[in-house]
């Protein structure tokens, strides 16, 4: 059974500041997504990484994906309140037809 | 709007009632997912379709649930006999074949008092 974990759970931070979330999983995958989620809101894609060693950066956001370790991580630079909400990983099983999301990162973002 | 479509966005019903909510997928998406997420939780896998076809369950599906792709396009999820422990927000994907991105409706969000 795939099980995926993220820690920290809940994160608060200054702005300005730089932070790593983490997410590792148990069984290999071919696909690792990152997910953003407003109060109340559904989720928003923010990264898909398809192979070891893939990185990708949006603003202030960057994805790794390691796949040897099964590792992914999610590094924020320079945060900004605007970054505020919760984000989740979630990797697809050998099939492609599930994603098994990790519990969640709620990031506070502080003045 | 091109998006994942669901209705109602929110559904307050009392215990034992029985609820059903829809989806729209982005138009030409053959595969369509449930997922319910209760609060402070990731979303956990409900339920897939391809077509017509329901081809996955997760045990989370107990019988009262049941869920519907009747021609190939919007789905229906329905819970019957609603318990407390069902409220949730239950959200639905699309996607235009397998391995490729699923994109997320807003979710329903059930309560049941």
């Known amino acids: 059974e795939l099980k995926v974990e993220q820690n920290p759970l809940f994160l608060s931070m200054q702005e300005g500041k730089n932070y790593t979330i983490y997410c590792n999983y148990s069984t290999t995958s071919d696909r690792l997504y990152w997910y953003r989620q407003d109060p109340g809101k559904s989720l928003e894609s923010l990264f898909v990484?398809?192979?070891?060693?893939a990185v990708k950066q949006e603003g202030r956001l960057m994805a790794s994906l390691d796949t040897k370790a099964r590792l992914s991580t999610l590094h924020i630079t320079a945060a900004v309140h605007d970054l505020s909400a919760t984000y989740f990983c979630?990797?697809?099983?050998?099939?492609?037809?599930?994603?098994?999301f990790g519990g969640g990162t709620r990031l506070m973002v502080k003045p | 709007d091109t998006g994942v479509s669901q209705d109602p966005r929110h559904k307050i019903t009392k215990r034992g009632q029985n609820v059903t909510f829809r989806c729209d997928p982005i138009?030409?998406?053959?595969?369509l997912y449930w997922y319910r997420q209760t609060l402070g939780q990731g979303p956990e896998f409900l339920t897939y379709?391809?077509?017509?076809?329901?081809?996955?369950k997760s045990r989370l599906l107990s019988d009262r649930f049941s869920a519907e792709r009747p021609k190939g396009s919007f789905s229906t999820l329905e819970i019957q006999r609603t318990e407390q422990g069902d409220s949730a927000m239950y959200l639905c994907a699309s996607s235009f074949k397998v391995n490729t991105e699923a994109f997320f409706g807003q979710g329903t969000r059930l309560t049941v008092v």
């Open positions: 379709f391809q077509n017509e076809a329901q081809l996955e």
């Open positions: 138009s030409e998406h053959n595969r």
């Open positions: 979630a990797v697809v099983n050998n099939a492609g037809n599930m994603l098994t």
């Open positions: 990484l398809l192979s070891n060693g």
